[in-house]
């Protein structure tokens, strides 16, 4: 399971493959819905360029977020490289 329990919430599908009844492995969506937790508040005058910050989410990933996010929101995070997809 390892980095897969960061993107497992509540609703998501996975497909979980096995080899004799026995789990071995689990492949996520491509993107995962996920509601921010905790973020600094965005600087003010601070807009210039793709200007991020840290944002915490429900599961306690961490991923850099646009200045626009805040606490309560759920955005939409790629599994894969584990980066901002956009708002949900």
């Known amino acids: 399971m390892g980095n897969a329990l960061d993107f497992l919430v509540e609703g998501v ?3 979980l493959h096995k080899f ?13 819905e996920l509601k921010v937790a905790y973020t600094e ?9 793709n200007v991020t ?4 989410m429900e599961t306690g990933l961490e991923i850099k977020v646009p200045l626009y996010i805040q606490e309560g929101e759920s955005v939409r995070v790629y ?3 584990r980066e901002f997809a956009g708002r949900a």
């Open 13 to 15: 599908l996975i497909q």
């Open 20 to 32: 004799n009844g026995n789990p071995i492995g689990l492949q996520l969506p491509l993107q995962v």
């Open 41 to 49: 508040p965005g600087a003010r005058g601070d807009t210039s360029g």
């Open 53 to 56: 910050k840290l944002g915490r």
């Open 79 to 81: 599994t894969e490289t």
